[in-house]
């Protein structure tokens, strides 16, 4: 576990604003403050992770809250879908809790886990379930939430009058500066001046940081960035040359002139699939040292083409050709197994469940829905539970209306958040 994968994670569950997700990646002193949790494996208490990204918010420079609110809600809707699925999982455990309808194991796949609140709702039979009972629950649940993400499109708002006045100029311009300072590869470095700390020269009125300055930072990121890409491409030559010893050119051709490599063993029935990615400078960027996760699109699917999931493998410190070669090994030799129990699975196909327990039964526990028993025999067989049935059946006819009431308890902010993000075209 790492430090991004710690804020990612909750930003994807709905657990943080997507606001806060970008203040705690980008903002030195929130993200240090949560590598020292992640790092010393302490316990983070309830609300960290909000209060630390918004209090590195709030010392920040009014251009920087700017620059991080529009990057922040580049991908608004998708976040705003996020927040929908975390809201209706809530909705559906206290509803059901309260109708006794399943139990404490009955979980939505690929939501994670969310400890609805105990506070009792007037739900004593299936006619209660209303518009009514439902804001109650999301009052109780994410009244917190929504009061941040309407903070949140306040301040977007404002960010997208300042970026509309030169048509993005001065937003590209400090996109480039804090890009360069921002937190890389997960390493633990001091606070910079984009993080709160006083700006040398004489910022304009309210701004906090001018676009000399922020020019300066440019201009002093050079030479760290210029040392970055010599060890990246000495990282690639290097590992060209172990390419050619196994015997691996094709794979190596293939990827890096932006093709997927399959990987897959005779005996398997399921294989690798590895995707490079489209940015631009993908191959230097990802070659530095120090990296956490997957520099590339893995996904595992079956020999028949049917997509399984998608794989997120923590390796530290590997360069991206590194991590290829170590795959295309492991397959090579039989050990695919080995990678598939230790990644983190996400995007699962749940209809794949069955040739993949026939592929091998130990991976039942990846598919969530699914419980593997042993037989005597040392088989096993794959059951769902009971509970998981009952309470997906029973919600099925409440879904749809549900869902209808969510979007409307999230329309304040969707209404504003929505045009602002199809009015400005950020850069890539």
Known sequence: ???????????????????????????????????????????????????????????????????????????????????????????QKRIQKALGVGDEDSRIPGLGDPQPSTQPIAVVSEADVTEVVVRQVLNQEMGGLMARLREDVDLLEEAALWFRKDAGKAYRELDTALKLDRPRWGRTHPARATDGQPMRGRPTED???????????VRANRRIESMKQKKARGAIKKVTKLFKIFGQEENLRMFVSGQEVEMSHPDSKLKLVVRPLSEPGWLERRS?????????????LTKDNVHVTNLCVYVSDSPVLDQVLALSMFVHNGDELEILEKANWFGINYDAERAVVDAYPSLAKKMKRFDSIAREDGTFRVVLPRAFLEAENHWEPFKGRAEAWIRSWMLPVTERLLPIQAAIALPA
């Open 288 to 300: 530095v040292p120090g990296m956490s996760h997957t520099p590339f699109n893995l996904s595992v």
């Open 1 to 91: 576990m790492d430090t991004e994968y710690c804020i990612n994670g909750a930003a994807e569950m709905g657990e943080i604003t997507p606001l806060e997700a970008e203040a705690a990646l980008t903002l030195q002193s929130a993200y240090q403050s949560i590598r020292q949790k992640v790092d010393g494996d302490e316990c983070m208490p309830a609300g960290y992770l909000e209060n630390v990204a918004r209090a590195a918010l709030r010392k920040a420079p009014r251009l920087v809250q700017y620059w991080t609110a529009l990057n922040a809600y580049r991908h608004g809707d998708f976040a705003m879908r996020l927040i929908a699925e975390r809201a209706e999982y809530l909705v």
């Open 207 to 217: 701004a906090g940081i001018t676009m000399e300055e922020a020019l300066q930072l």
